[in-house]
């Protein structure tokens, strides 16, 4: 028989985490992850507050916790953002061990929000505790921003927090949101930007009919399919030198009644554009309009604009985020756009230095999510050197 994976020795970081995937926060619920770790915060002189927003059926908790700098309200502010829910765990059968119940095998440790992101979260509280036992009174401010609304609809999340603090004049300076960006190893990738996202939901309308008398009718699949062979094949923009070019895609399409002696009488397509800045969300609705337009398609056409395309140049923070990360790990973190949405585009919407950096990314979402053991404590390390850089 195999000898038993040795048991890892109890670290800060993997201790926080545990106790963190042990609370079953899938969206919105927090299920009392922001009160776990505002009480190490407050234990470390944090001012903390909720502030909830969302109806009944969607209360969103969102944390605000803020420790000033030595010159007041006149310190530069450092915040660590980031989300306590998670996605739904899909089929329990489906994983290895209980998502709820951290699991340590193999040199990882297994759960829902290993990697997505309550680790991220451990380490950045394990790391202010450390830099300030160092430095008890640092001359920046240091913030938490945490919500249980990322994962969701993000109505009711950060963007709330975002528009209170704007209200109250508080000041942002830097901002490190705990997404995982490393892909091959930590610290390979930091991402101080993102596209944009812009979503349609295309409805084309035809006749119903009996497939046997297509004369009486007029098919909207067949009526949108060369519009859509060219929106597939469209060079939309060959992005720039932070971005890459913008990419559309169709998410889901549907028709017809489910007999397959019924000709259609609407089609509906939902798609998707990650954009750039070489592309502004009006001039792509245009562009598509325009097509359509041509091709003849009968439609109606719904727009959702997700988030806009931000950018944050290369400066103090990045500059010591990167340093951090080398000291700490040896790798030469990359600075990329690439990926998804986050909270960062509404953080940037009232902080001008706005990056994120977080654990690999290989299984988030995934059955059996989980973070590499080795990774914890140097994830928290890299957070301690960037308080060292910019705070102390």
Same mark, same amino acid.
């Given at each position: 028989?195999? &000898?038993?994976?040795?048991? @890892? /020795?109890?670290?800060? #970081?993997?201790?926080?985490?545990? +106790? %963190?995937? =042990? $609370?079953?926060?899938?969206?919105?619920?927090?299920?009392?992850?922001?009160?776990?770790?505002?009480?190490?915060?407050?234990?470390?002189?944090?001012?903390?507050?909720?502030?909830?927003?969302?109806?009944?059926?969607?209360?969103?908790?969102?944390?605000?916790?803020?420790?000033?700098?030595?010159?007041?309200?006149?310190?530069?502010?450092?915040?660590?953002?980031?989300?306590?829910?998670?996605?739904?765990?899909?089929?329990?059968?489906?994983?290895?061990?209980?998502?709820?119940?951290?699991?340590?095998?193999?040199?990882?440790?297994?759960?829902?929000?290993?990697?997505?992101?309550?680790?991220?979260?451990?380490?950045?509280?394990?790391?202010?505790?450390?830099?300030?036992?160092?430095?008890?009174?640092?001359?920046?401010?240091?913030?938490?921003?945490?919500? &249980?609304?990322?994962?969701? @609809? /993000?109505?009711?999340? #950060?963007?709330?927090?975002?528009? +209170? %603090?704007? =209200? $109250?004049?508080?000041?942002?300076?830097?901002?490190?949101?705990?997404?995982?960006?490393?892909?091959?190893?930590?610290?390979?990738?930091?991402?101080?930007?993102?596209?944009?996202?812009?979503?349609?939901?295309?409805?084309?309308?035809?006749?119903?009919?009996?497939?046997?008398?297509?004369?009486?009718?007029?098919?909207?699949?067949?009526?949108?399919?060369?519009?859509?062979?060219?929106?597939?094949?469209?060079?939309?923009?060959?992005?720039?030198?932070?971005?890459?070019?913008?990419?559309?895609?169709?998410?889901?399409?549907?028709?017809?009644?489910?007999?397959?002696?019924?000709?259609?009488?609407?089609?509906?397509?939902?798609?998707?554009?990650?954009?750039?800045?070489?592309?502004?969300?009006?001039?792509?609705?245009?562009?598509?309009?325009?097509?359509?337009?041509?091709?003849?398609? @009968?439609?109606?056409?719904?727009?959702?604009?997700?988030?806009?395309?931000?950018?944050?140049?290369?400066?103090?923070?990045?500059?010591?985020?990167?340093?951090?990360?080398?000291?700490?790990?040896?790798?030469?973190?990359?600075?990329?756009?690439?990926?998804?949405?986050?909270?960062?585009?509404?953080?940037?919407?009232?902080?001008?230095?706005?990056?994120?950096?977080?654990?690999?990314?290989?299984?988030?979402?995934?059955?059996?999510?989980?973070?590499?053991?080795?990774?914890?404590?140097?994830?928290?390390?890299?957070?301690?050197?960037?308080?060292?850089?910019?705070?102390?």
């Amino acid at each position: 028989m195999p &000898s038993p994976s040795p048991v @890892p /020795a109890p670290t800060p #970081t993997l201790d926080l985490v545990r +106790e %963190l995937i =042990r $609370r079953p926060s899938v969206s919105p619920a927090d299920a009392g992850c922001q009160e776990l770790l505002a009480a190490r915060l407050r234990a470390c002189g944090f001012a903390c507050e909720t502030i909830a927003s969302g109806p009944d059926d969607w209360r969103v908790d969102n944390l605000w916790a803020l420790r000033p700098g030595s010159a007041g309200a006149d310190s530069p502010v450092l915040v660590f953002a980031g989300h306590t829910d998670v996605v739904p765990t899909g089929p329990l059968n489906a994983w290895s061990s209980d998502p709820f119940e951290p699991s340590l095998r193999d040199g990882r440790l297994y759960g829902r929000g290993a990697a997505d992101m309550k680790s991220s979260l451990a380490a950045m509280v394990v790391a202010v505790e450390q830099f300030l036992r160092a430095h008890p009174q640092p001359r920046a401010s240091i913030a938490f921003l945490l919500t &249980s609304d990322e994962e969701g @609809p /993000a109505r009711d999340g #950060t963007v709330k927090v975002c528009e +209170e %603090l704007h =209200r $109250r004049g508080q000041r942002l300076d830097w901002c490190i949101v705990g997404e995982p960006t490393s892909t091959r190893t930590l610290g390979d990738v930091i991402k101080n930007g993102r596209r944009g996202s812009l979503s349609g939901k295309l409805t084309v309308h035809g006749v119903q009919g009996h497939v046997a008398y297509p004369q009486l009718a007029r098919n909207p699949v067949h009526l949108l399919a060369p519009a859509l062979a060219e929106l597939a094949a469209t060079v939309w923009d060959e992005g720039d030198e932070h971005f890459p070019p913008t990419t559309w895609q169709v998410s889901n399409l549907h028709a017809g009644t489910g007999a397959g002696n019924v000709i259609p009488g609407e089609l509906e397509l939902t798609f998707n554009f990650r954009f750039s800045p070489a592309s502004p969300a009006p001039r792509l609705q245009q562009r598509v309009v325009e097509l359509l337009q041509r091709h003849g398609v @009968p439609h109606t056409l719904q727009w959702t604009l997700g988030a806009e395309p931000f950018l944050t140049p290369v400066g103090e923070l990045s500059r010591a985020l990167v340093e951090a990360i080398e000291r700490e790990t040896g790798a030469r973190a990359e600075l990329s756009t690439t990926g998804g949405t986050s909270d960062a585009r509404f953080i940037a919407k009232v902080c001008q230095q706005v990056v994120e950096f977080g654990p690999p990314n290989a299984s988030i979402h995934q059955i059996d999510e989980h973070i590499e053991l080795r990774h914890l404590e140097p994830l928290a390390g890299v957070y301690r050197r960037t308080l060292e850089a910019l705070a102390a």
